[in-house]
């Protein structure tokens, strides 16, 4: 199954591409090839330009709380377990103590590295990180694998605790969702929202044997989803058949 998710409004579209970013980095680390370093490398310096938002960090530590009270407020509900509610507010409190205790935005101990910068500001330039541009970053491209791993380890590290706190609060999301089989009746989905909640995320599951592409548009009274083909010219059409989905919308 193909996962499609939509955001319901801007701050979860940062969260989202935060954690798309964080796992790509997560996955060109371990790897040894100075090619894969250097886009982790390129991975840093854009999670820094998505963290640089000025409200993103009193947004985090906003919803944390936020989280971290809902929670509390189920203790002595005999349908939940106690050890297990523990651990999910221990772990949002660590995120928590994590985040606020960091100066400044997630990385921004790295802009006092005058090296990295250079690198920073010829990323966006076609081509400007060939060797006769930056020949100190030519040559930390040729050290040993581990050298350069040890190094994007410790720089990652500073985005260590914006990474966690993001983690965690899309997971509990995620979590609050029930998953529903709908059909799109000639291509086609509508469903109107139940009054009194706000909804963040919604998550579509499509079988990729359908060789279909949802279009997903929402707000807070009605989510809507066309499902598209795409032709042979890579242009998509509107599927006119009925197709069955899993759809899951989150609190």
């Known amino acids: 199954m193909i996962l499609y998710e ?10 989202l591409r935060l954690e798309q970013l964080l796992r790509r980095l997560g996955e060109l680390i371990p790897r040894q090839h100075p090619l894969d370093h250097h886009f982790a490398l390129v991975t840093i310096f854009e999670i820094m330009d998505v963290a640089a938002r000025a409200d993103l960090k009193s947004d985090v530590l906003k919803d944390i709380e936020k ?14 377990s106690e050890a297990a509610l ?3 507010v221990e772990q949002l409190a660590r995120c928590f103590q994590a985040l606020n205790s960091q ?4 990385g921004h101990a790295l802009t006092e590295n005058d090296w990295l910068m250079s690198i920073r500001s010829r990323v966006g330039i076609p081509g400007g990180t060939c060797g006769f ?7 930390w491209q040729h050290r040993p694998a581990a050298v350069r791993q040890q190094a994007l380890e410790q720089w990652a590290s500073t985005l260590a605790p914006l990474a966690d706190s993001v983690y965690v609060l899309l997971k509990l999301l995620r979590e609050s969702g029930v998953p529903q089989k709908v059909v799109a009746e000639r291509g086609q989905f ?7 909640r706000t909804f963040q995320l919604l998550r579509l599951r499509i079988d990729p044997a359908l060789d279909v592409i949802p279009e997903i548009s929402g707000n ?21 058949e009925d197709a069955t989905f899993e759809l899951t919308l989150c609190a």
């Open 133 to 139: 541009d930056l020949p100190a970053y030519y040559a």
């Open 190 to 196: 509508q469903q109107n929202l139940p009054q009194g």
């Open 86 to 88: 523990n651990a999910v």
């Open 67 to 80: 989280n971290k009270q809902q929670l509390d407020s189920y203790r002595g509900n005999p349908s939940i």
């Open 103 to 106: 100066n400044g935005k997630a």
């Open 220 to 240: 807070r009274l009605i989510v809507s989803v066309r499902l598209m083909r795409m032709n042979d010219d890579m242009r998509l059409q509107p599927c006119t």
């Open 6 to 15: 939509y955001p319901f409004n801007e701050r979860l579209r940062t969260y």
